[in-house]
């Protein structure tokens, strides 16, 4: 869930020294690519820029940092969002690219990242503040990277305490870093004596004001505390007096005046609301059991007690991060019980309003293992969608002791460490507790296991040590459980419900999804075999079983228990789809999406939705309906240079076959030959032969016709033996006269293969697919400059050895030529080849 207050530029309400000067610096610094804002706490900051950015032209995203950002997924989750704030539907793909991050590969989300930013239609403002809290060295690497390579139109702006890890030297060389430091930052007399006047309304004399400035080198949050203690003073000047000499520890000294000064009440109020990042009346009211909080918000405010106003409506507030900082040193030094307890009573609020994530921090934060405990136990649907990362540190931060001795929280642990693929260590996790409990004990637990071992054998592409596990589960746990539906309403982890994509044998995983399918599709209230029913009308589809697949999809779309969940309901309305444009209804195929991207309703739409869109463009340019496809290949979010997650393979066939139309066939042919090499090392038969069939098509367009017949070869060998069909039927017209053209140079015996496909079954492709016509066309019998010099030699009757001697080449060679201009031109001797050349106006 974002906070959206986070991705707002702060609201500020106080009266302000305007500092032009500095506004106008921070305007020029955009021609670059980095602006650092480096100097201590309290010196403006985050003022100076949330003020440059009211006045700037240019679209400012923002984002307020913290702690809990260092985080790589959270971290640039709200960088796209505030982004998105400014440009609508930015990044769509990111968020996926994002949970599928390996550590230390983070080139394929950063590639994306790259050419969503190139791919904005204007220019933008990125302000990272407070970045000092972040310590992670992959997102300083992250942002060191995309500075080498971020497009003109972007600028990003530092707000940090410290400078950061980033290549300055370099940028600095390149004249395109822009610094302002704490000598910058410093009030100058001048403005020191405005800020007394007009923003603390202190009418000190300007020699007062002036001396002030000076004991405190200009530090604005100093000369703000002294303004609030003189206020509480009846002779400014003893206060003068007294603050000289204590320039080395001006800070505590300060914010000690400044503190005790305030009443007993409004100190308890300060200390115990300071564990909150953020907070309202209610939350505050939570806090302190007190009614009275919104009042004393607009008083801390009006006050300048170090309160900031997150929106103008006067919600949310913030304290300063210095003087939050000092508070919880306060509180955690004088009372540690009132510290947990003001943590313990927040989280039971953010816990009462839905905020489940905030609620186990601070849980956390106050000591409150066994809250969070509870929390997993009861909120176990909810939190197996939250963020991976988080869960595993949720989880690391638990005494070791707590898990052990729960085992449903130990099974929670051995879950998320399966999503985060530590694979090894949840098997050695759970191998423990199994040995440690009785079996009595252990058995309530053990259908959790056998369902997470099932997922593992699938990857494993073992079908019958996938059926044994998920007997043993059925037999434990005969309803089910909710680890089933694990991320059901995310794409994360959706490549384990691929089945054909695993089980490379047709028939092996017709008899296993057959087998559950009977034995669960009877259950109520069992999304669950939704998997089954959606893999089973893939498989029928795939063999040319129209009517039987589209029931099977349509069963999975008009069952309830299944309707949230849109891993299946995306893949059951792509196969309706396909049906639809098998049989030849093109509006009801693409009705079919548009109805289901209406009916998503998941935190990952955007990714989805990209599926959706995906199959509508491979069905729109099989059927040479072009539309908008140019549109789709620059906003998808994906680049050729991506790696490419597994369930993903689809959408990047896409794309191959969308660079190809828009005339980028290099980019293509990279792109697929990337996805084939992917298929083959991982063994994934079915996306292979997709790979390869598309493959051939593209090669077959260019009229590169030996290339073409090369890899549709290798696909026919692939797909014959579980009876692949329309793999190659939905290519339509193409496929048809290049399986004829392949039909017809076997015959001819024009093709030497080992353990070639049979004729028999590449008939039955071509008995499904549209009528050829007669013959090739001229495009796709290109000829090499030297083919086309043969044949003409040809034509005026010269010998190989002529021809040869005129070439000056081996008669080997024009032996060669000859035979691939044969190829091409699907003949067989010199009397065809000049008669077809002729018809093609070749000669």
Known sequence: MIISTKIQVPYVNTPLVQRQALIQRLHKGIKGKLTLVVAPAGYGKSTLLSEWAKSCETPVAWVSLDARDNDFERFWTYAIASVDQSYPSFGASLPQHLKNIQPDDYDAFLSALLGEFTGLPGHLILVLDDFHTIDLPSINDALAYMLDYLPASVHIVVASRHQPDLPTARLLARGELYKLALDDLRFQA???IRFFQTCMELPLPREDAALLVELTEGWVSGLQMAGISMRASSRPSDFIQRFKGRQRDIANYLLEEVFGRQPGQVRSFLMKTSVLNRMNESLCQAVMDLRDCQDQLKRLENKQLFVIPLDEHGEWYRYHHLFADFLQQQLRLNDPEQWEQAHERAAKWFEAHGWIEEAVEHFLAGQQSSEVIRIVENQLPLLLQLNRSVLYRWMTMLPESLIADNPKIEIFYFSVLIVIGQWHLAKSRIMKI??????????PFAGHVYLAFANFAIIQKDAAQTSAYLEQFDKEMPDGNDYQMMGGNTAQGSDYDHFLSHFNDLQEAEAFLIRWIEAWENKINYPFVGYFFASYSELLYERNLLEEAKSFAERAMERQDMRPYARIMVRAAISLSQ??????RLDKAFEHIENAKSMIDSPDRAVFDLKLEAHLVSSKLARAASGDIGDWARTCGLKPADAVPFYRIPEYIALARVLEHDHQPDQAEFLLDKLFRLTHKENRL???????????????RRGNTEAAIEKLSVALQLAEPNGYVRSFADEGAG??????????????????????????????LLSVLPDTVEGPTAPSVMLTGQQLNILRLIAKGLTNKQIAEQCFVTSETVKTHIKHIYMKLDVNNRFHAIRRAKELRLL
């Open 190 to 192: 001048e403005e020191g």
């Open 434 to 443: 199994q040995d440690k409990l009785s079996e009595e004990k252990w058995q």
């Open 579 to 584: 049906v639809e444009q098998a049989e030849g």
């Open 686 to 700: 079915r996306d292979k032969i997709k790979v390869l069939v598309k493959w051939s098509m593209m090669e077959h």
């Open 735 to 764: 496929m048809a006269e290049l399986l004829t053209r392949y039909l017809h140079m076997r015959q001819h015996r024009f093709i030497r293969e080992s353990n070639p496909a049979s004729l028999l079954y590449i008939k039955k």
